[in-house]
């Protein structure tokens, strides 16, 4: 796997991803972790073709820059690209831009590589 990967996913913003539905807060705009996740996906998104059907991988580690508010109804589009190849340890750089073009925040999100079956066995122990 190379630095450079890139995948990019969008939420529009609902009434079940704000601060007030998520319990994160209690205005109607769109909630830190919501953001978080879309993120994360963008991530899973941007290595998923260079993992084999056996691995997978797992976040680690964030770093979460929440910059600006997004009401209900307004698209906010994710962009990640791998930023560190350090062995099974990821490092990916993300940004988060709603459709008027301001950016609503930034961040760092490592993810480690893992063979999915043996790390779902240790869950069991």
Known sequence: MEPGLRAETSIVVGDEDTASAVGSGDVP???????????????????????????????TRVELEHRAASPVGMRVTVEAELLEVEGARLVFGCTATDERGTVVG????????????????????
């Open 106 to 125: 930034g961040g760092r999100i490592e993810r480690v590589v893992v063979d999915r079956e043996r790390f779902l066995s240790r869950l069991s122990r």
């Open 29 to 59: 705009v769109l909630a830190t972790p919501r953001l978080l996740a879309v993120m994360e996906a963008a991530t899973v998104e941007a290595v998923r073709p260079s993992l084999d059907g056996g691995q997978t991988s797992v976040g």
